[in-house]
Structure formats: C-alpha cells, structure tokens
C-alpha cells in the first residue's frame, strides 16, 4: 500500500457518506488517506454531487489534506486502489419499499435483509457486487474490498465463491452496536467492553460479553429482558425478551433476532405501520429527504446529528476502524464477515462467517470457536443453507433454486406462499433481475 492511501466508494452518493468522511478525518494521522473517490450512477448523480460537495467542505473545515473525486466512472475510480467500500442499493429505496411491502400481502415479515426482501436484495445486488469484483482484479489486484453493502453475509459469500478476488471483508454494524449498547447499560467506557461473536450476518450472537475481561453476560442477559434496556437499532422495535428463554439460551441475541424469535409479534406491529404508511422503507425516505436538504446548505460542514436516526449508528467507527487496523496491522479483535477457515465447526470452510478476528494486514484472521450451542446451530445451518442456495439462484436466474431458497427460509411458511411471493416480486423487481428473465418465463 502506498503512504498516501486511495478510497474508493462505491455508491458514494448515499446519505451514508458523511460518516464514513467523518472517520477519515478524524484518525487521518494514522490512516494517511490522500484521496477518496465517490462513484455512482447515472440516477444517483445529483445525490453524489450534494454529498461530494459536503465532503468537500468537512475536509476543509477540518484542515486535513484529503482530496475528493466525484465520478460516475467506475473503471476510473478503481485504478490503483487500496481499499475499494461498497455501500450501494440496486433499485434505491423504491426497491426496498416493493421488498417490505409485498411479502406483508401474504402475511410474510417484509424486511431489506430477512426473508424474501433480504433474498431479492440478493438478486439484485450480488450480480453487480461480482461486477466490481472481476473489474477489482484487473484494475487494482492488491486491494481490499470492505463490503457494507446488505445482505452483507450472502454478498461475502459471493465474492469469495464466485469471483477471483480473496481480498474481501464483509462489515456490520449490528456487533459494534451491541458492544456499544452493552458500554451505555453499564455506563462505561466502550474500550472496556468485548464481546465474542459468532454466527452469520444477522444471526450473530453473543457468546459471551467481557468488562475488562471479566464475564459480565449474566448480568447483561438480565438487563435485557426489560424492553427499556433492551439494545435494538433504529430499524428495529424494541420489544424485550422472557426471562427465562434469555436464561435458558445464555446467550447475547442481536436484534436481528426479533424476526427469528417473536415473528408473529414482529408481522403484527410491522403490518401496523404499513397501514399508517410508515414501513422502514417510507420512514427512511422522508429522512433522507430532510438530510440532503440539510446537506445541501453551504453553511454546513460537518456530519449533522440527524444522520444518526438513518439507522447507520457507528457505521463510520466500525468502517474506519477496520481501514485502520488492517493499515496499521494493529492485531486487535472485531467481528467481521470472513472465510470460516475452521473457526465455527459445522459451517463449510469456505463459507463466510460474521465471527471475532484479528485484524492484520493480512486481512482478518478468525479466532477459533468450535460448535455452536446446541439451542442455535439448528437456525444457523438452516439460514447458511438459505443462503448458499440464494447466491446459486442470484448468479444463475435459476426460477426453481428461487423458489427453493424462498420455501427453506424460515420466515416463509410454505411453498405456496413462497411461489406467490416470488412470482409478485420478480416481476415487480423485473428491471434489476435480467438474469432471471433470459431464458424462460417463470411457471
């Protein structure tokens, strides 16, 4: 790597950015980035330039020697880059509305990343993340590609199958949340809180939750039970959990298990804000709206407050943060979507895990954790096996490996209501998924 790093972001125009700029600037002594190149496409071009214009200026304000590059060119973006982010969402939020609101018809949790709405995120996006993988490898070889783009579990499984780059991490914020959530219940500094984390994207779990490395996760088990306490994200209800099912898991769930464990209670309050016209789709709209108003003021020069209700809470510290260790080949412990390599027993070697690793420059090295609990491997299979299937049919346009990854989900209820999920949502997405309409009509 050179000592005047490249960044590339890809999808550079999302109301994200401000962030990801904020955490540049903010460890710029130790992660020497010189230039930071915002891609997007052709729709997203106003965005970029009210985003890249606000970087600009945050750059400036703080007195840090950073250039910005807006650019809908791709290609001429990756030449020579360190490390290449990817943030982008194929169809914008109009897609996502049609992934929440469609399955709800049916009866079926409508989510970005869970169930049906997270399978034809997958459609849509994995083909295009493959894209920038083959043009990675011919234009920049060395660098690494940190994939925050969701389903980021299935996007990393992707690219380490199915492309020919290996340099591939995929990054959460849900783990750096929980430890941060853990840090507010005890009212102590974040530093002092680790977690051990182990599962897939969005099925992770706590193995156990450490304060200056004393166990403290009885104590945080309990906390959470209280709806109050409990540690959720901004896209997600705060609903509690029964003591005893806490108890007898003894283990740390992470929101995202809300749709695993109280589904119906997940549906029920899901198809309430559908009716008052405020699915997480529609909310996020109107607060993009208002943000890049926000954005567009001259005056403003920093990463505004509001941001923080986008549901990106500690994406720039969990982002930079890795960009850092790996620069600095710092040897500290984050969890991250990575190749298995034998950590979780069960989980095939080659597939991608979200587990606790040491972060070099040689890229992740994850810490060994052998079988899941008993109580939770049964989920974490069924999910991994989703997902392979999932990525088969993303790659292939294969109609009947959709309609098999959609019928072994586990929010779905049956085959029948697979296929008319399906069947509505594919012709619904039918712009973004080519792949899927080259060869014959679905049946």
């Known amino acids: 790597m050179s000592q005047g790093l490249k960044i590339v972001t890809i999808g550079g125009g999302s109301s994200y950015t401000p962030e990801l700029i904020e955490g540049f600037i903010k460890y710029h002594e130790e992660l020497p980035v010189k230039e930071i190149w915002l891609v997007d496409i052709e729709e997203g071009k106003e965005k970029l330039e009210i985003v ?18 807006l650019t809908l060119d791709r290609k001429k973006a990756l030449a020579k880059a360190d490390f290449v982010t990817t943030q982008l969402r194929v169809g914008q939020l109009a897609a996502r509305a049609l992934d929440e609101k469609i399955p709800l018809k049916h009866g079926v949790i409508g989510q970005e990343t869970n169930g049906p709405g997270g399978l034809f995120k997958a459609f849509r996006t994995i083909p295009v993340i493959l894209e920038i993988a083959k043009e990675m ?39 750096i949340g929980m430890e941060r959530g853990v840090a507010d219940l005890l009212n102590v500094d974040p530093g002092r809180v680790r977690i051990d984390f182990a599962g897939l994207n969005h099925m992770v ?9 004393k166990s403290v996760k009885s104590e945080i088990i309990e906390l959470i039970t209280d709806p109050e306490k409990a540690i959720t994200m901004q896209n997600i209800h705060a ?7 806490l108890r007898g ?18 549906l029920a309050q899901e198809l309430k804000d559908a009716e008052k016209g405020e699915t997480r789709a529609e909310v996020v709209q109107k607060l993009e709206e208002g943000l890049f108003e926000l954005y567009k003021d001259p005056e403003l020069a920093i990463k505004p407050p509001q941001l923080e209700k986008r549901g990106g809470a500690y994406y720039s510290d969990a ?6 260790s790996m620069y600095m080949d710092k040897c500290d412990i984050q969890a991250v979507n990575t190749v298995n390599h034998g950590a979780i027993t069960g989980i095939p070697y080659e597939s991608a895990v979200e587990v606790s690793c040491i972060i070099t420059k040689d890229g992740p090295k994850p810490i060994t954790v052998g079988e899941l609990p008993i109580a939770v491997q049964g989920l974490v299979m069924q999910i991994k096996s989703f997902e392979r299937v999932a990525i088969e049919a993303a790659i292939s346009g294969d109609y009947e490996k959709a309609l098999l990854a959609m019928t072994i989900n586990p929010l779905v209820p049956s085959d029948r209501v697979a296929k008319l999920i399906l069947d509505e949502m594919l012709e619904a997405h039918k712009a973004y998924l080519p792949q899927f309409f080259r060869k014959k009509v679905f049946v």
Do not use: Q
């Open 249 to 266: 898991l003894n283990l740390f769930p992470c929101p995202y298990h809300n749709y695993y464990y109280k589904t119906g209670d997940v």
């Open 137 to 175: 490898e011919e234009l920049c070889p060395d660098a690494w590609l940190i994939n925050f783009t969701n389903p980021a579990g299935m996007v990393t499984e992707a690219v380490l199958r199915y492309s020919g780059i290996s340099k591939v991490v995929g990054l959460c914020n849900v783990p």
């Open 239 to 245: 609903m509690g959990w029964e003591p005893a099912f």
């Open 319 to 324: 982002a930079v943060r890795l960009i850092r």
């Open 205 to 213: 779990y706590g193995l156990d939750v450490y304060v200056d490395g």
């Open 52 to 69: 890249g214009e606000l970087a600009r200026r945050m750059v400036a304000k703080a007195g840090v020697s950073i250039d910005i590059f």
